[in-house]
């Protein structure tokens, strides 16, 4: 499908996935590198972080790539990746750590509202009918 028929709804929910993945990616090698060069206090936690920091960055890639594909089971990823990330944005604020929580909550509520606004569910699940289709 051309990009002309991708909902710009759906191309912004898309890049908001994908920011977020490289956002995971980036802390992920931060602490990995972090891991390797200091002198962390748990370094089983520290490995933890960055491999589910990296694991996490590939889904959203994943998910991302999904969503520009229109590819329908894109859809309930991408809505529970802003789901978790609502709660991790509040705990980031609340804890003095608003530089990096408020961005993550304004693109989670984004990214929410364009993944359920009406033409991207039509798109992504397929109803007819719709908007002159």
């Known amino acids: 499908m051309s990009d002309e028929s991708r909902p710009l709804s759906l191309r912004g929910a898309t890049a908001i996935e994908a920011l977020e993945g490289a956002a995971a990616l980036a ?8 891991t390797i060069t200091g002198s962390p206090v748990d370094i089983m ?9 990296l694991l996490g960055a590939a889904g959203m890639f994943a998910v991302a790539r999904g969503l520009y594909r229109m590819e329908p089971w894109s859809r ?28 993550l909550l ?14 991207t569910t039509d798109v992504l699940v397929g109803r007819p009918g719709r908007d002159g289709d």
């Not at 802390?27 to 972090?34: K, M, P, Q, R």
């Open 27 to 34: 802390f992920g090698l931060f602490v990995g590198w972090e």
């Open 45 to 53: 936690s520290a490995i933890g972080v960055t491999v589910l920091a």
């Open 76 to 103: 309930a990823p991408a809505v529970l990746t802003q789901l978790f990330a609502l709660p991790v944005a509040v705990s980031l604020i609340n804890s003095d750590q608003r530089g990096y929580g408020v961005p």
């Open 106 to 119: 304004v693109a989670a509520v984004v990214a929410l509202i364009l993944m359920l606004y009406g033409r």
